[in-house]
């Protein structure tokens, strides 16, 4: 099939390139590379049934340009801001890279009749709530400006489906590690433990437990659920029943790294952020009727995660 | 209070604007005049406790002027498009007559530390659901491009609210009529009979049923709201308990303009149009647990709405 990722030369973009290619699709992947790198995708330049664009997507008259030129069944829309606290700085952040990105790629669907559309959702739609969070869990109060440009991404995605004819596989990805990420605690510890190997201060308490999904078991999870679920929209609940705190993460950095006598300070309080949602319970009951589970555990991609950051640094 | 109202002369503005004032407020009133009119707020231009201003608060430097003239204590965000159908022809309209006016809402809010938002929300948020809608109802899939633009607004009021320390009322409006409406089922009824008086078409196989709210009723209702919730985010179902069915509106229009032998010709299908939702259970134990209840039916409502319309259109 003929399949354009948004964002593809990004963290799980790229990764998502490399399962498409392997399974045999012809992929064109865009990306602004204000967050992606030609690095992540480079290993496909060789490959003819693979091609990358650098292109802003907000720029609508040169994407539904692109639209034209080719013929796409299949949209995996992956562009958008990454970064949950940078919010704080710059309040237009996500409403530009995650929700206005994903308003113009519904637009060129809609005017080039391109009907099936992928989206990279998130646990953070949820808010902070205490019960256990399926796909059908309200209300939905996100304490984030992440969380409400994906929830905003979602709602125009549903009505674009029902007003235009089109489908959707709408994917709520919890913490995502692995090669190729750009941030988050485990990508910050081993930049400031390189910088100082005694101390390391570490946001909030440390008791913040997330389960944390491996980028190729998400990736897995996200073609699984494109393949088995067929509704006009399909939403998906992915990760892993297992979670890891912060502080166990800080631990296998320095384990990995093999420091001796870091000394941990906390800065204290629940949340590692204003925005932060300390623990959720997160069913993944739906997806795994379907017949999906996570291969590795939490501890396990958060293991594969610390070495991947590590070698990488080392290598650089 | 000094109390702005975005769509201050619109059809609900309005209407909530002659409440506050009455109330002992001091109110500007902003509108862009696309949707409302000067005659909506006429009569309180000899009032020293008013103010209206004709601004597009998307155009964010001039918006943000405003706030730093007035020191205001909570803003009623009123404006947005309201014509569900209008989307069909163009996509835009919600996005930015709903959804990106209440980011511009919040953006000089947060830049001039007002912190109390009221917003205009709306049962469409809840898309099409077989059971009785709650306040904490999910999943939030809207299936027209306004909800979609209602439900975003709220994500990102919610994200605002936990962010930078601000509060908000959101109300989700089902149908309301009344004095100064400029669309819907019994506006379009009235018009068409006037035309044709023996003919009306129905979209829809006319059994469509949803509660009408008398848009004084609903604007009581908000304010007894923000009056008596206190939590940081208060969300709630604004509504009458009865509903009207299409047929029902048709036949008192029909009676009210002292029509005789009138065809009714239905289009067919349980919706009126694509986004339509036929029917809803609104749950209202929410804001009648608070003391509120509507004063007037859903009959009695349009009965009151189709007297002011045809006595409007006589007096023009």
Known sequence: MHILITGGAGFIGSHLADALLERGHRIVCVDDLSLGTEDN???HFHNERFTFIKLDILNTADFNELFKQHKFEHVFHMAANSD???????????LEKTFMTTFSTLECMQNNKVKNIIFASSSTVYGEQEKVLTEDTGPL???????????????????????????AWIFRFPNVVGERATHG???DFVKRLRENPRHLVILGDGTQR????????LVDGMLFGWQHAHERLNCFNLGVESSTTVTTIAQMVIEEMGLKDVTLRYTGGRRGWPGDVPSFKYSLAKINALGWKAQRSSDEAVRLAVKAVIGKLRGA
């Not at 994906?150 to 489908?167: G, H, V, Y």
């Open 84 to 94: 949950i606290q940078a919010a704080t700085a710059d309040v237009h952040l996500d």
């Open 141 to 167: 109060f996100p304490i984030s400006l992440y969380g409400a440009a994906k929830l905003s991404s979602e709602a125009f995605i549903s009505a674009f489906c029902e007003q235009f004819d089109m489908r």
């Open 210 to 217: 997330k389960p944390y999904l491996y980028v190729k078991d």
């Open 185 to 187: 605690a485990l990508f």
């Open 41 to 43: 995708v480079a290993h």
